[in-house]
Structure formats: structure tokens, C-alpha cells
């Protein structure tokens, strides 16, 4: 049972990576930008929660509708004061922005929350599931990290296949100046990409804190960069792609603590991209792009 244990865990890990790595691969897919503040963003999530839940004494719900407007507020301001005046700039420019913002946040945690980790208290109230006699327990918190990546996936797909909304982001992936041409408002299709993409990080930061009920100015760090290995191992680009790296990330990550070693997981976890991305260089969904001259 302890496999099946840490194989349930891990795909729980893996779908926050998931939620996470969605608004990576939105962005990129979109706007063709790398946004590596969005790590921050989740960190951001977590502590407008643990404000509002500790601090203000507001139900939980409450607390995450509130981080989810207020990360999608931040998400459209960061594009629209720190990417858009870059549009046509070289990628290393837009790279180092990113960086710039993501240590700014950063540091407006450390001054405002301190750098002592809070005790993020669980917003979820389900209750975990025993199976096998007993001998496996699956926590509310994982039962609900999985249905909600499911489901929020489902969305997304749905929303970009069936909505003018939807049609514009993919014109705009597509053809930035041929979708200008055709009456679609590109710059406000990027900024609700932000938009989505910052929601997500809210959501996925409130899940990652539950799991993991420990939030720092740093919480965001590494899951935002394993979020993106994800994206990248899935096909960055792709919804489903991001979704499946997710979760395989996770799983691999979670097993190996458990029979390899905790000090070595991480390692294994950039190797086994690495050998993915050798093999087939798009990610395991990704789609090869023919370049136009």
C-alpha cells in the first residue's frame, strides 16, 4: 500500500504543478513571453488567504475569492507595466523583466510578512477517504487538488475551443498582426491571458499551502519553476500537454523521495526532462513549429 500511497500523493502534487504550469503555458502559447514572476503570484494567493482567514477572521471561501481578484488584478497590472512596453523587445529584455518582478514581489512579502514562515492554516473541509481497510488514506486536500485541476482543465479547453474569447487567443497565438487585421483586440487578449493565468496561481497557491501548510515570501520559488519544467516536459503551448506534465512531474518527483532519495528528487526530476526533451524536443504534446521566411 505505501506505493500506491506515494503515487496518490505525488499525483496530487503533480496536479497543482498542473494548475500552475496552465498559466505558463497560456502565456507562452499567447504572448510568447515567459513569465517567471508567476511563481510569486502563487505566493501572493497564499498570503491574502492567510490574511484574510488569521488576520481578518473571514470564512476560507471568502479569503479565496479575495486572492483570486486581487492576484487576477496583479497579474494584468505586471503585464500591463512591466510586458507590454517590451511587445517587440528581444526575449533576454522580457527574461530579465521577468526576473526583475518576480524579486520585487519578492521582496514586498519580506517587508510586509517578515522572512518567518506562517502556519498557513487548510481552507479545505472535506474529509479524507480511507480504503483498504483502513490501510490507505487519501486526504481531503488531495481529493480536492485533483478535482479541481480536472475540472479547471476541462474548463479551459471548452473556454478556448468555444467562446469568441476563446478563438481570439488562438488567432492571436497564431498571427499577432493578422489578428490586429481582422478587428481582434490583441492587447486585451494578452492581458485576459494574464488575467486567467494569475487566477489559476491564486487558486493553485491556496491548494499548495493546504497540502504543504507552511507560506513564506519564497513558497512560490521552486513550485513556480517545477510548474514550468512541467509545462515544458508536456509541450509548452499545450492545455493537455500541461496538464500531463504536471502529473507526471509530481509522480516522478514523490517517488523518488520515497525509494531513491529526498536530497536527490530534484535532480531526478530536471535528468528525466532532460532525457524527454533529447527524445522528442517539443515535450511529449508539443507540436513542432515551421518558421515562415
Known amino acids: 500500500m505505501s506505493f500506491v500511497s506515494y503515487f496518490i500523493n505525488g499525483i496530487s502534487l503533480g496536479s497543482v504543478y498542473a494548475l500552475i504550469a496552465l498559466g505558463y503555458t497560456m502565456v507562452y502559447g499567447i504572448a510568447k513571453m515567459l513569465n517567471f514572476a508567476h511563481g510569486d503570484v502563487i505566493m501572493i494567493g497564499g498570503f491574502v488567504v492567510f490574511t484574510a482567514v488569521n488576520g481578518m477572521g473571514l470564512p476560507p471561501v471568502v479569503g479565496i475569492l479575495l486572492a483570486v481578484v486581487i492576484c487576477t488584478v496583479l497579474g494584468v497590472t505586471i503585464e500591463r ?27 514586498l512579502a519580506l517587508l510586509i510578512f517578515g522572512a518567518n514562515p506562517k502556519s498557513f492554516p487548510s ?4 474529509p479524507a477517504i480511507k480504503l483498504a481497510d483502513g490501510q490507505l488514506t487519501i486526504s481531503g486536500e488531495t481529493i480536492v487538488t485533483v478535482i479541481t485541476c480536472v475540472v479547471i482543465m476541462i474548463g479551459l479547453s471548452l473556454f478556448i475551443k468555444k467562446t469568441k474569447a476563446g478563438q481570439a487567443m488562438l488567432a492571436v497565438s497564431e498571427d499577432k498582426g493578422a489578428a490586429q487585421l481582422m478587428g481582434i483586440n490583441v492587447n486585451g ?18 491548494l499548495l ?12 520559488a521552486m513550485p513556480g519553476i517545477k510548474a514550468f519544467v512541467a509545462a515544458v516536459f508536456g509541450g509548452i503551448g499545450s492545455i493537455p500537454g500541461a496538464f500531463i506534465g504536471g502529473l507526471l512531474l509530481g509522480v516522478i518527483e514523490n517517488l523518488s523521495k520515497a525509494y531513491i532519495s529526498s536530497q536527490l528528487s530534484d535532480a531526478i526530476v530536471f535528468g528525466v ?13 508539443g507540436k513542432k513549429m515551421n518558421e515562415k521566411v
Open 123 to 126: 481552507v479545505v473541509t472535506v
Open 81 to 107: 507595466v512591466a510586458y507590454k512596453p517590451l511587445r517587440m523587445a528581444s526575449p533576454l529584455a522580457v527574461l530579465i523583466t521577468a526576473i526583475g518582478v518576480s524579486y520585487l514581489l519578492q521582496n
Open 273 to 285: 526532462l532532460i532525457l524527454v526533451l533529447l527524445v522528442k524536443p517539443t515535450g511529449i504534446l
Open 189 to 206: 487578449t494578452i492581458a485576459l491571458t494574464f488575467a486567467i493565468g494569475s487566477a489559476l496561481a491564486a487558486i493553485a497557491g491556496v
Open 209 to 220: 499551502c493546504s497540502a504543504y501548510p507552511t507560506l513564506s515570501p519564497y513558497t512560490g
